[in-house]
Nanobody, 119 residues
Framework: QVQLVESGGGLVQAGGSLRLSCVAS????????MAWYRQAPGKQREVVAT???????NYADSVKGRFTISRDNAKNTVYLQMNSLKPEDTGVYYC?????????????WGQGTQVTVSS
């Protein structure tokens, strides 16, 4: 059974920091790209940061210089270090994992973790 378990969300004041973690288990095949998305109330889900298996990264313009995505391939884990948080960073954060399997690729999503930044 595939599981993506996220943790690290919570309530923080503007300017504070949080570190999100997402551990993947039960995936058959090799894990390729990993990513963090977020969804604010009343808005569409948007990509925050992505990291390839070779560790190349991409960030949304709104978080560049403040957020850092990293991964530990041995632990099938992806992290998101969030610094200098702003109220507009509030939302549910989801991790996504792309697995390479015999017949192609499959995307898996976590259940989401709430991040609330107060002003």
């Amino acid at each position: 059974q595939v599981q993506l378990v996220e943790s690290g969300g919570g309530l923080v004041q503007a300017g504070g920091s949080l570190r999100l973690s997402c551990v993947a288990s039960g995936i058959i095949g090799s894990i390729g790209a990993m990513a963090w998305y977020r969804q604010a109330p009343g808005k569409q889900r948007e990509v925050v940061a992505t990291i390839a298996r070779g560790s190349s990264t991409n960030y949304a313009d709104s978080v560049k210089g403040r957020f850092t995505i990293s991964r530990d391939n041995a632990k099938n884990t992806v992290y998101l270090q969030m610094n200098s948080l702003k109220p507009e960073d509030t939302g549910v954060y989801y991790c996504k994992v792309v697995a390479w399997q015999q017949l192609g690729t499959t995307e898996y999503w976590g259940q989401g973790t709430q991040v609330t930044v107060s002003s």
